[in-house]
């Protein structure tokens, strides 16, 4: 892909979703300032900025069993011979605990799991996320 056209695809992007493009932007440049914090701190014993990122498994339940799946897949944590159904779900309270403090420094959020939509608390979640306007992706 040309400058050109790499280019006019940012554009597009921007015109289409304007507020996604402007949470996309502000990440990058988040990333880089901690990019070079890091590379200018190098065992300095100063304190350590803020996480950017988040990442929590919600569940390990899963209506499928995708061979290419990170938990249940065939290389995936929980082997085949295993592959019971676990009901063991992230306590709610503690990723509410979690995301009250998280919101003070807005990190991405990615919820991820077995499959993160069956996680019992789904509902509370989302409505959670949208009070503290927080950004998340979840992956299914």
């Known amino acids: 892909m040309t400058r ?3 280019l006019g695809a940012l554009v597009a992007t921007a015109m289409r979703e304007p ?3 402007g949470h996309l932007v502000t990440r990058k440049v988040r990333f880089l300032r901690r990019y070079r914090w890091v590379q200018k701190a190098r065992g300095a014993t100063t304190g350590v900025p803020s996480p950017l990122v988040l990442k ?3 569940t390990y339940r899963c209506n499928l069993r995708c ?4 938990i249940w897949g ?3 944590q929980c082997p085949r011979p295993h592959a019971q159904a676990s009901t063991e779900d992230l306590d709610f309270e503690l990723l509410r605990r979690v995301l ?4 003070t420094f807005r990190p991405s959020l990615i919820f991820s799991g077995g499959e ?6 789904i509902a509370d979640l989302l409505r959670l996320l949208r009070e503290r306007r927080l950004h998340a ?3 299914t």
């Open 4 to 6: 050109t056209a790499l």
């Open 19 to 21: 507020r996604h493009f």
């Open 56 to 58: 929590f498994l919600l």
């Open 67 to 70: 061979k290419k799946c990170m």
């Open 74 to 76: 065939h290389t995936g």
């Open 100 to 103: 009250r403090d998280a919101a």
């Open 116 to 121: 993160p939509l069956l996680y019992p608390h």
């Open 137 to 139: 992706t979840f992956c």
